[in-house]
């Protein structure tokens, strides 16, 4: 919805199809970043890399579900992320989406260029993606509580 001052709201907007695609990504989104942490511990970067962006990609995926949007492609995602979260309704800083962009890029950079992070690299990258992971989450839960009292009512 357009609002007179050119802001794009967006609203919470499920149905239990979605819902059920929705906690298929935020499952997704745990294992591979359990595979990610398992990579870290085994000083694995080039595979790291690759669990690291796609654990971040289901877990937006999670929160488009959560607004009744979908993403065609890898580029769709990060564009829709920018306009709808950051730029518009500000829901999150533009850190979030640079990791989720730098992750990309990462993973491009492993998977297809065949360059190899530094382990202390990694480590921050790491960190960065379990704060958007955790910061999604907690945005979808909370999410999820405002749906709850909306049905009550």
Not at 12 to 41: G, P
Not at 90 to 117: A, C, G, P, T
Not at 119 to 129: G, K
Request: overall charge negative; glycine content about 2%; proline content about 1%.
């Amino acid at each position: 919805m357009l609002l007179d001052n050119n802001i794009l709201e967006i609203e919470y907007n499920i149905s239990s199809v979605s819902l059920d695609t929705l906690q298929k990504h935020i499952i997704k989104s745990d294992r591979i970043f359990e595979d990610a942490t398992d990579c870290l511990d085994r000083n694995k970067t080039y595979m790291l890399e690759n669990r690291l962006y796609y654990s971040c990609y289901h877990i937006t995926k999670a929160l488009f579900y959560l607004y009744g949007l979908k993403a065609e492609s890898h580029y769709g995602l990060f564009s829709m992320f920018t306009k709808y979260f950051i730029h518009y309704n500000k829901m999150f800083n533009i850190f979030y989406y640079d990791i989720l962009v730098d992750s990309f890029e990462r993973r491009r950079d492993v998977d297809y260029q065949f360059d190899i992070y530094l382990p202390e690299d990694s480590l921050q990258h790491y960190n960065e993606c379990k704060l958007f992971i955790e910061t999604l989450k907690e945005h979808i839960k909370n999410g999820f509580k405002k749906l709850e009292i909306i049905k009550l009512n």
